[in-house]
């Protein structure tokens, strides 16, 4: 039976007792937001399964059943993380020749790919030059240095968890608020009378916000352009399958690697060239 502790003590965790496990602070202020609720549950799995060289190696299936979500939920979390450089994949056969499950290497916090600069000195164009600038140096840099074993916290008096000003603003990118108000449009266009078609000024305005956040992501995290974007939207909307089940901007990102394939198979083009100019965008969407 576990002993109570005594009024007036106080009780830290110990991290080597084995039922318990760590993650970075650094992910949890301003990486989770950004990397979305898939990333976010699949690394938390990976945190609680890696061994002191920060290396574990579930299965898809395991860390699926583990978290009660799909396996293809899973495998999108475990490419958003690889694209941000916070893990690394590699693959070990075994004696037979056979192979093991991926082996998935957590990298140090110093060696995750930056998401967005955010100053408030800078307009929106200079913000993103200086995003597309840092993101340059670091994939063009040295290969990153295996973790360090030494896992402790520097020595300091108190130790800030809160989101400090130097991390990202909740302001997508006037492309992604666009590229979002063209997807809710066209869906609108291709079913008026449905629950989009009636809503109001004020809640159109807050959807189109919200989906520009995915948008973003898209931009982004996962390193699609506008113009492709936009082709994807265009193809999802005029398609007789997929305008049915491309109903918000969540579920374009979700699909959209099968949305391209699935448009260059049928050869279809954009009739939609990106000039960062569709449609006027009310004062209240613009940042």
């Known amino acids: 039976m576990s002993e109570e502790p005594k009024k007036g003590e106080f009780q830290v965790r110990d991290l080597r007792i084995k039922e318990k496990f760590s993650m970075d602070d650094e992910y949890l202020n301003g990486y989770a937001k950004n990397c979305g609720w898939k990333a976010t549950v699949v690394y938390l ?7 002191k060289n920060q290396e574990c190696f579930p299965s898809e299936k395991f860390i699926s059943k583990e978290l009660r979500i799909s396996r293809a939920s899973v495998m999108r979390g475990i490419k958003i993380l690889v694209r941000a ?22 990298w140090d916090k110093k060696h995750w790919h930056p998401i967005q600069v955010a100053n408030s000195n800078m307009d929106k164009n200079e913000r993103h030059v200086a995003n597309s600038n840092m993101a340059s140096q670091v994939a063009n840099s040295v290969e990153p240095c295996r973790p360090q074993h030494e896992t402790q916290v520097a020595d300091s008096d108190t130790k800030d968890t809160h989101e400090k000003e130097t991390h ?55 390193k699609q352009s506008a113009e492709k974007v936009e082709a994807v939207i265009c193809f999802s909307q005029a398609d007789s399958f ?11 990102r979700d699909k959209f690697d099968q949305l391209f394939l699935k448009m260059n198979g049928k050869q279809s083009k954009s009739t939609h060239q990106f000039t960062g100019k569709y449609d006027d965008i009310p004062d209240a969407l613009k940042a």
């Open 45 to 51: 799995s990976l945190c609680r399964h890696a061994n």
């Open 242 to 252: 997929w305008k049915d089940n491309i109903l918000s901007a969540k579920k374009l």
């Open 168 to 222: 990202r603003k909740d302001t997508p990118d006037e492309k992604a608020v666009r590229l979002a108000k063209l997807l809710f449009d066209l869906i609108v266009k291709n079913n008026p009378s449905g629950r989009l078609g009636n809503v109001s000024e004020k809640e159109r305005i807050e959807k189109v916000k919200s989906w520009a956040g995915d948008i973003d992501r898209l931009l982004a995290l996962d």
């Open 85 to 106: 450089n916070i893990i690394s994949i590699e693959r070990k056969r075994n004696e037979k020749g056979k192979w093991f499950n991926n082996v998935y290497v957590l």
